[in-house]
Structures are given as C-alpha cells and as structure tokens.
DNA sequence: CATGAATGAGTGTTCATTCAT
DNA sequence: GATGAATGAACACTCATTCAT
C-alpha cells in the first residue's frame, strides 16, 4: 500500500538523519521516532528491527546515488565531462542531504557488521549505486579516455577522494563552499585514472 | 613507571585488534582484556574508561603512520619517490598490522563521537601523522612537483585514494596481493595531485 | 444473538487451540485470530479481554465434560460401571478433542492467576464439570458402592489418575493408543475409591 | 567455588517462592532478586538467562525428592509400607515446602515450552525423581505386591492421586491439615496398583 | 461489524563502571 | 596492583488494548 510506503520513508528519513549524526548505535529507537511523532511500538509495524532499519536505510540512499549517476552516464559525452558531472551533482548532493552522504560514509563503511548476514558482508545494499560506478569506469576504459587498470584501483580514487573531502566537509574543516572544489576535485579524480 | 607503560601497550594493542574486528559498540572491556589474561577491574587501573582506551588507541596508531612518513619526508628525494615510498611503507603496514589501519579508518573515522570532547571533534588525536602529510605535501608543492591547490583537496586525494583500497582490502575483494598495486596506487596519487 | 455466540464459539475453538499449544503467555490475540481470519480488532468486540477469553473458554470446556459426566450418571447403572463409561467416554474425548482437555490441565490448573478475581481463585469456572463429579460420587457412596471418605481424596483419585495419563499422552510418551488404557485405568480408579 | 553455588541456590530460592506462587511470566527477574538483595545485573553471573533458572529450579526440586524417595526406597520393608512412607513424607514435604511441590505441578507440568530444546521436551530435568518411582514401582510389581501392569498407569496413580491432593491443598480447600490424608491417601494409592 | 495502524508500558538482557577483598 | 562480584541505567523489542476510518 502507498500509505506503509510512505510511512516507512519517513521513518528511513529520520533515521539517516540521527545514525548520520550520532551513529547507530548511539540512536535509539525512540530517538527515530520521536521526530516523526510516532510511538515505538508503532515503528514495528514498519520494520522488524534496528538492524533492518540500517539495511533498508542504507539501500534508499544507494539507489538515489545511482539515479544521480545513471542520468549522467545515459549522456553521450565524454568520460571527463562525465565525472566533472557526476562530481558536481555529488557535491550539490551532499550540500542538500548531507545525511544520507554521511550515512553512506560513517554507518554504512564504518558499522560493517550491521550489514552482514552470517558472514557474507559484500556490498549488495548498495549494489544498485556501485554498478552504475562500475560502467562508468568501463566505458571510459573502453573509449581509451581511463587507463585500463585493475577496477579497484579506479574506484579507490574516485569513491575514496569523493569520499575524503566528504569527510573533511563532515568535520567542518573546510573553508570554502562545497561547490567551489568541484573544478579541482574532478580534475584531481580525472587525472587519477586517466 | 616503565611496567605501567607496557601493561597499557598491551591493552591498546589487544583493544585495537578486538575494536577493528567487531567494532567499538561490539566489544565490551571484557573482551578486551580476556585476550590478555587481565581482570576487568584491572583495566581500570591503566584507563580511566573504556572512551579513554580509544582515544589512546587512535594516538597508538597515529604516532605509528607518523614515525614511517616522517623517516620519508626526511629523505631528500623528489615528492613523486616519496609518495611512492609512502604507498610501499603504508600497504606493508597494513599487511602486517591491519587492525591498525583498520582501526583509524573504521573506528575513527567511523565512530566520530567517542573522540569528541563537547562539540569539538578536531583531528588532534591523528594530528602526529596528518601533520607528517600535510608536511609532505608542502614539500611538494615548495618544490613545484605538486600542484599548488587547496590542502584538503590532496590531502583528500591521498588519504582518500588510500582509504579506498584499505577498504576494499578488509573487504577482502582484491584479487591480488597488496602490494602488487604499489605502483599503479602511487601513480594515481602522484597524477591526482601534481 | 446468534451470530454472535457462533463467533465466539470460533474464537474460544481457535484459543483451545492455541493456548494449549503454545501455552497462554506464547500466544497472542493476533496468533488467536489470524487461524479464523478476523482482526485482532474485531476480537475486541466478542471478548473485553485476552483473559475473559481465557476464562470463557474453560467454561467450555467444563460444560462439554459435564455433559458427558452427566449423560453417564443420569443412567440406571453401577458405580463400577459409571466409572468404566465415564473413562472411556473421557479418554475418547481426548483422542479427539486434544486441545480441550490439555487446555484444562495445561493452562487451568497451571496458570491459575488468570482465573483469578482479587484473591478469589475458585473453581466456579469448572464448577458444572466438578458438580457432576461431586454426583457421581456421592450417589456410589450413598449406594455403598465407594468408600464414604472425605470427598477430596476420592476427587484426587478420579482427577489426579485421568490426569496423570493425560500428561502423559501429552508428552508423547504412551506405547498405545489410548483406549487400550481405559480397561487398566477404571480398575485403578474404581480400586482407588472403593 | 562454595561461594557460587550458595548464591546460586539462595537464588533458585527465591524462583522456586515467586515462580510457584506467580507464574512464571508474571515473575520478573527483578521481582526473583529483590527477595535477596541482589542486583538484576547481578542475577546474570549467575544464570545466563531466565529460563535457564527454570530448569536449574526444576533440577533442584527433582533431587530434593529423588532423596526422599531414595532412602524410603533403599530400606528393607513392604511396598505398601513404602508406600505409605513415601506419602508422609512427601505430605510433610509439601506442608514445610510447598513452594517446590508448586513448582513441580504449576510450572514444571503447567509450561513445558519452557523446559524443552528444540523439539525434545522429555523429563530428563526431572528424571531423579522419576527413576526413583521407577524402581519402588518395579519393585514391587517383582515382589508380587503391585499388579504387573503398564508402567504409566502404575505412575499415573502415584504421581496423579499425589498432584491431586496437592492440587486441592495449594487451592486451599482442603478442610483439614494436610497429614490427616496420609492414611487415606497411601490405602487409595495402594489399592490403585495392587 | 470489521480493520489494522497506533500506543506505551513492560521485560529480559547487556555492560561500563565501582568496590570490597 | 589485581580480582571479579555487584550495580543499575539503558535499550531493543513485545503485545494487550484502543481508535480512527
């Protein structure tokens, strides 16, 4: 139904907003609710646990990275123009819901543990966000704009210098306006893999 | 007194294999110590609480990355040799001592909270060893073998790049020995900021 | 109305059932409900109370051993013989009416808080069961036929037996079926009280 | 160590008083260590659950009668003689502590959920007990003075016409004290199985 | 009558910290 | 210093009951 759909937004809002600012575990149940009037009991009906509430936290936040991404990797341009693209909506994204970045990045990397099931903790939750990464990376091998290396390695400069100036912008350490490093943060990933 | 300073040593080591591993909130004071033949009340005897024992912990580990940076910023050698000693040392560490590295990535950065005193959540605690980077990059920058931008943007890139590859490698997703990527890791440092 | 008490008696059927089963504290309302498709809500609207159904239910199941009790006692026979029939009546009505007689020794004799009003636990609730009882032992005294002696204990020979073998066949533990026992068991209760 | 095991039997104690008189799910753990002066946190060194204080609970009562029955057992007399001193004795039990007997016939036969593993819900927690009756029952069905008959129709007997009366005497209808049944009670067992 | 979302008090269990020995 | 029993606040989760629709 729309209305448990709608429901369970609102209470996964809440959610990034208080894990992304207080860690999980330091947010209690009543704290995610609180916000958004409703009783803990109630928040039960919506889903089974904490735990699962991080899952499906955690899979809302990939799918709208991946939408971001998607719409810019359908454009028929070129793989610099692509990432300048991609770090420029990145960085506006950020600026808007700085939540569900930081959730991504303090939760999701930092509390593996919530993630897993038996011991298998791959990256299915967020699947939807790294495959739409991955074809980035792979057309641009292929148009010869990257260098064709080891995908990790190209991942690790683009999710880990997003990821660093993410932290730094979390730590309130910046000077300058998120949108004014977008030139040099792209030009910086570029080079990384080109 | 030089037993107290070795007893210490001995928590913080089995504290950051326990807190890398399980995360903070999933070990308690007596897991710590069950691995070190030592009581729970003793614990309290060398730290004043179990927050305290991060805080060294994450000094630990930083005067460690910094000692090894510093033996390389010390050199006289050009920034590109340097970074490239860096990568060599910094995978060799994580090699050997992961749960260092993991430390500082999943914990620190992770768990921002528990290194916060009121609201101020600074870097003091890493501060030996970003100190060493920022070193570092100054160096280059000085020297015209980096280019001369925002500090954050490289420190991201460095760190950043870095992170991303200790993650995947905790992850246990590289197909390949750690140090087989050395190179292609300190080339992409060395293009994403010069 | 009608309708009514045919609800009723579908709801008290299902919480046989299930508070026999699973015992009343393992059982919820919603568990109760869901076997006869209705709402935990509707429930509200046949019983004020989880434990008013409780109580209804073994008022039911009173009335449907007292029937049989009374239908044995009502007939021209002797005492000897009552017993023999009641036995058999009753260790059939176990074989097909599990839940009922479980019921009764499971959640009324072992849970019994629930039938509690203040400090008030009699046995009104049973009391068409144990009235007939009471009869049929009176009128085997009165015939001579039973030993006259102080009614509790002849209760706790008749009860206490059928008990036993109940728990018994609840556990599993009985080799055969349970009509095989009715020829051993009335000679051991008849034997017991006369 | 002797420290240990006096704690935890003060604290089974108190289970056996509240359990007994409560119910199981109406007893909390804060309710079984206020009795004693003991922390809630403090329980859990001892028991690691609730549930594992059930069954200890139940142990504990089995080998307190398996005793009883044991030195009855083991003396050179008749089986109507054991008989009868196993009813005295188990009256006087239950008259200076009913707490245990409750225990046994409310929430040891009342909740069997509680005391099974998985599937396997067998009398092993009170098997003391029951491999004591066993032999007085084989006993004497080899010394001719018990009818050769099923073991549980013959345990049904004993165990039921005693759960009977203790029934009746914790509903506190019983007119007299419970040692005046001892006579009547021990003949009506008897009769029953020979 | 019927629904099922909403409430919120209640419980088992955990664990950082203290303290008597 | 060393021990581990003791404390008690805190939290995830449950469920009988209510109520708006």
């Given at each position: 139904?729309l209305?448990?759909?709608k ?6 809002s809440s959610?990034?907003?208080?894990f992304?600012?207080y860690g ?11 916000n958004?009037?409703?009783s803990?009991?109630?928040f039960y ?15 809302f936040?990939?799918?709208?990275l991946?939408?971001k991404?998607k719409?810019i990797?359908?454009q028929?341009?070129?793989s ?9 909506s ?5 600026k ?5 970045i ?8 930092g509390n593996?543990e ?14 939807d ?11 641009g091998i ?5 260098i064709?290396?080891d995908?990790?390695?190209s ?8 990821g660093?100036i ?6 309130k350490?910046?000077s300058?306006d998120?949108?004014q ?9 570029f080079?990384?893999?080109s």
């Amino acid at each position: 139904m729309l209305r448990k759909k709608k429901k369970e937004s609102l209470i996964i809002s809440s959610a990034l907003k208080m894990f992304s600012k207080y860690g999980f575990y330091n947010t209690t149940i009543s704290d995610v609710v609180k916000n958004i009037n409703m009783s803990v009991g109630n928040f039960y009906n919506y889903f089974p646990s904490k735990n699962s509430l991080a899952k499906s936290s955690i899979i809302f936040v990939s799918k709208r990275l991946a939408n971001k991404l998607k719409y810019i990797n359908d454009q028929n341009i070129s793989s610099r123009k692509k990432i300048f693209l991609f770090v420029e909506s990145y960085l506006l994204f950020l600026k808007n819901n700085p939540e569900m970045i930081n959730y991504f990045f303090k939760v999701y990397l930092g509390n593996r543990e919530l993630f897993c099931d038996n011991e298998n903790c791959g990256f299915e939750l967020a699947e939807d966000f790294i495959n739409e990464l991955k074809r980035m990376i792979n057309d641009g091998i292929e148009k010869k704009e990257f260098i064709n290396q080891d995908f990790f390695i190209s991942f690790s400069c683009i999710a880990g210098i997003l990821g660093g100036i993410t932290f730094l912008n979390s730590e309130k350490v910046l000077s300058q306006d998120l949108e004014q490093y977008k030139q040099a943060l792209s030009t910086s990933i570029f080079k990384s893999i080109s």
